[in-house]
Every structure is written in C-alpha cells, then in structure tokens.
C-alpha cells in the first residue's frame, strides 16, 4: 500500500516556466488537496477536490491549475513559475470530504520546488 | 473565519522534560482539532485528534484537550525523547466549504537533547 505518492521530490524552475507536480493515491479517496508550506505560515490550502470531475479553490489558487479526471491523480500545473511559488508542496488525501471521526487525512511526502 | 495560532518556537527540552505546546483557534460552527506532528524530510503524520468539546485525543504519549470555553486544544507529553524532534502543527477543520479542507497553525519545532 503505497498511500498518497507525489514526484517529484525536488524540481528547480526558471522563472515562466510550466511544470506539473503529480499526486497519486491507491487508498480509493473521494477527497484530494493540495497544500504549499512556506516559512513562518504552515500550510495554506491551494486546491482541493471532492471527487472525479469537482475541483475547487482553497486559500491560495493563484497561479495553480488541477484537475481531477480519476479517482487516483490529482496533479497541480504551475502555469508560469514565478519566485513567490518557492515552496514545499504536499497532496493530501481522505476517504471523502466530511468531518466523521476517524476520516484521517493522509499527506504526501512533499515536493520541494524552487523557482529561480 | 477560520485561524489557528500556536506558539512559536523553537522549543528545546531535555530528554524526559514535560512538554506544552499552545493551540488556540478561531472558528464558526463546530470545528474538529488536529494535532500534526513532521519529521525531518517527511510529510506530515496525523498525531491526535478530537472532534468535539471535552473529548481528548491521545497518541505515543501525547494528548491534547478540546476546550470550547477557552478556544483551546493545547498538546503535551509528560516525557519527552530524543525522537520526538519534529515540527508540530495544530490545525482545525470545520466544513465551512462543505470539505474537509484543514486550517493550519504555523507550527513548532522541538529539539529533544539527550
């Protein structure tokens, strides 16, 4: 059991360049996310989705694009890097989006991304 | 809206001190609590949780309680370990979106000497 796989671990960009960061998860999760972890501000939310076919903004859209054409993928597609997208990224997954007890959310390893 | 303050760290203890970590929140409704612990290099791993007033989650020694009447969900170990070195982060859920979208603190990392 793999959990949530993201790649890659670490990317360097030049500025205006495009790229995708790829999320998978074979735990058969409805809800998927992404979050950018920055220094001083934890993690803020980017995008999220409740199942195949539904994405939708979090805190931080800007920027970023997803998809979510399965159930297992859910990549993030920076559209024109810019320095500010410096971060650590990680993809987090649970079984669906509700708050019931014992609906964990699991978190990716994280994908290292510096924009230069 | 949503907001979770924790304290700041670095904290630094010896090994078999008593840990607290501060967490209070902001929030509507009534939010689930988190505690997430991240080890160097890693992702973040669920430590604990409570999803409602009173209830304390308990994990590896960790426990944390869920207090409405002061907005508080504080961790603490009454025995901290070398390997117990990590950034921990408090967080909050509450379905205002609908989704189980999680509201972070900024975190705190502690140094366990030996």
């Known amino acids: 059991n793999a959990g949530v796989t993201q790649t890659p671990k670490f990317q360097v960009l030049k500025t205006g360049q495009s790229m995708t960061l790829q999320c998978a998860q074979d735990m058969n999760h409805e809800y998927m996310s992404w979050y950018r972890q920055d220094p001083g501000m934890g993690l803020r939310l980017i995008h999220y989705s409740v199942g195949a076919g539904i994405t939708d903004q979090g805190e931080v859209p800007n920027g970023y694009n997803v998809s979510r054409s399965t159930t297992e993928d859910f990549p993030l597609r920076l559209l024109s890097a810019a320095p500010s997208q410096t971060s650590v990224y990680f993809c987090?997954?649970?079984?669906?989006?509700?708050?019931?007890?014992?609906?964990?959310?699991?978190f990716g390893e994280g994908s290292w991304l510096t924009v230069v | 809206g949503n907001s979770v303050t924790q304290m700041e760290g670095p904290v630094t203890l010896s090994e078999e001190a008593f840990l607290t970590i501060n967490c209070t929140y902001t929030a509507t409704g009534y939010p689930s609590l988190f505690w997430y612990v991240q080890y160097p290099g890693e992702g973040l791993q669920l430590l604990l949780k409570a999803t409602k007033a009173d209830d304390k989650g308990s994990n590896k020694g960790f426990e944390a309680t869920y207090r409405k009447e002061t907005t508080s969900f504080h961790l603490e170990k009454g025995s901290v370990q070398v390997s117990d070195s990590a950034v921990y982060f408090c967080?909050?859920?509450?379905?205002?979106?609908?989704?189980?979208?999680?509201?972070f603190g900024t975190g705190t990392r502690l140094t366990v000497i030996p």
């Open positions: 987090a997954s649970s079984y669906d989006g509700t708050l019931r007890a014992g609906n964990t959310i699991y």
């Open positions: 967080a909050l859920t509450n379905g205002q979106t609908g989704a189980n979208n999680l509201f």
